[in-house]
């Protein structure tokens, strides 16, 4: 007996520069990634997560769209997608900001997910 049946293989990578990233409050943090899909629209997200909390979403990128979480405001976090790139750009850094900040490329399978700690300091 025979059965239909459709395999999709979808190929994706995303790479951030590992380590943390020490800065003093009122820089500017740019959170660098890469990525590498066959997806010709893959929705792109930017996570923070503080200590002993989850993941809060700050933004979702695509070719067509983006958007930020209201908590998150533009004016501060914001991110640009270009070829095979979403870098997050975080201005006017508050100590709040020190946390771990994830990046996230969906939906084609599970999310491909790495992370950036953040650790700003008074001056």
């Known amino acids: ?28 943090a740019t959170l660098n990634c890469t990525f590498t899909t066959i997806d010709s629209d893959p929705y792109l997200f930017w996570y923070k997560q503080e200590v002993n909390s ?12 983006a958007d930020n979480s209201p908590e998150f405001v533009k004016d501060r976090f914001d991110a640009e997608l270009k070829d095979s790139s979403v870098p997050l750009m975080i ?10 900040y994830y990046f996230c490329l969906c939906p084609s399978k599970p999310c491909e997910r790495h992370k950036t700690r953040i650790t700003s300091y008074y001056t």
């Open 1 to 28: 007996m025979c059965s239909d049946f459709t395999l999709i293989i979808t190929s994706s990578k995303v790479t951030q520069p590992p380590g943390d990233v020490i800065l003093t409050q009122g820089q500017t």
């Open 54 to 65: 989850y993941p809060k979403f700050i933004l979702r990128r695509s070719r067509y769209s």
């Open 91 to 100: 201005q006017d850094l508050h100590v709040c900001d020190s946390a771990v």
